[in-house]
């Protein structure tokens, strides 16, 4: 159950999972603290990752001409 859970832990994050299964992982979180700790990484490292950039790069750009 612990691996099904973790893989719905990047839907939950963005709020792409239906309310049921909400409840579960939410439910999950209170009691396992592993899930919890894997939780708070996942989001800690994608409120911290840089923006991705919206166009291409002016060094990819020099490399395609």
Do not use: T
């Not at 800690?44 to 990819?60: D, K, W, Y």
């Amino acid at each position: 159950m612990k691996n099904k859970i973790q893989s719905f832990l990047l839907p939950f994050y963005f709020g792409s999972v239906d309310d049921d299964q909400r409840l579960v992982i939410e439910r999950e979180l209170l009691s396992d603290p592993e899930v919890l700790v894997d939780y708070l990484d996942l989001k800690r490292n994608l409120e911290a990752a840089s923006q991705v950039p919206s166009g291409p790069s002016r060094h990819l750009w020099l490399r395609l001409q």
